[in-house]
T-cell receptor
Framework: DVKVTQSSRYLVKRTGEKVFLECVQD?????MFWYRQDPGLGLRLIYF???????EKGDIPEGYSVSREKKERFSLILESASTNQTSMYLC?????????????FGPGTRLTVT | DQQVKQNSPSLSVQEGRISILNCDYT??????FLWYKKYPAEGPTFLIS?????DKNEDGRFTVFLNKSAKHLSLHIVPSQPGDSAVYFC??????????????FGKGTRLSVIA
């Protein structure tokens, strides 16, 4: 069974703080993704990575950066958190082999920036 | 510009009846379509998918229909149960898919099944 874990379920940070969200998958998947989910806006792609040290911008990369130093780990970084980054953050992974299209999601991190 | 549209933000259905969730897409290159289900405070989970070479795929109470000419797909849940209450996301994948291309998601439809 594929497992995607995220470091925190709930996080409260102050405006201006640097925030790290960690995601780990145990299925040796090449591709990993970071989304945020907001009411009425659905799932919006922030960044994705198809290999170690590789990254691609998604639809809303502003205010975020990512790091992929190891295949199983994909980190999302908020350099200076702002209140409009209060959201549910979801990590996902998928094999790059093309044998399946289903992304597997982690449980999510509910981030509140005050 | 939204490539995958779920025009109904919410839907209420009586327990035991059929739930029909709709999804439209604009990109004719999409080759594979998926439905995900999401409960509050949890990540989305894969529900059912369909390839563009088919027009129907069934899995228990869940059936997805694809109308390529209309660029429309729908998810039918029969019979609906209170545990089906969740947000449902439609997603699409372009052809050819190498796994490196992110899924394109709709905004979701919140289904409420009333006992």
């Amino acid at each position: 069974d594929v497992k995607v874990t995220q470091s925190s379920r709930y996080l409260v940070k102050r405006t201006g703080e640097k925030v790290f969200l960690e995601c780990v998958q145990d299925m040796d998947h090449e591709n990993m993704f970071w989304y945020r989910q907001d009411p009425g806006l659905g799932l919006r792609l922030i960044y994705f990575s198809y290999d170690v040290k590789m990254k691609e911008k998604g639809d809303i990369p502003e205010g975020y950066s990512v790091s992929r130093e190891k295949k199983e780990r994909f980190s999302l970084i908020l350099e200076s958190a702002s209140t409009n980054q209060t959201s549910m953050y979801l990590c996902a992974s998928i094999t790059g082999a093309g044998t399946g299209y289903e992304q597997y999601f982690g449980p999510g991190t509910r981030l509140t920036v005050t | 510009d939204q490539q995958v549209k779920q025009n109904s933000p919410s839907l209420s259905v009586q327990e035991g009846r059929i739930s029909i969730l709709n999804c439209d897409y604009t990109n004719s290159m999409f080759d594979y379509f998926l439905w995900y289900k999401k409960y509050p405070a949890e990540g989305p989970t894969f529900l059912i998918s369909i390839s563009s070479i088919k027009d129907k795929n069934e899995d228990g109470r869940f059936t997805v229909f694809l109308n390529k000419s209309a660029k429309h797909l729908s998810l039918h849940i029969v019979p609906s149960q209170p545990g089906d209450s969740a947000v449902y996301f439609c997603a699409a994948s372009p052809f050819p898919n190498s796994g490196n291309t992110p899924l394109v998601f709709g905004k979701g439809t919140r289904l409420s099944v009333i006992a």
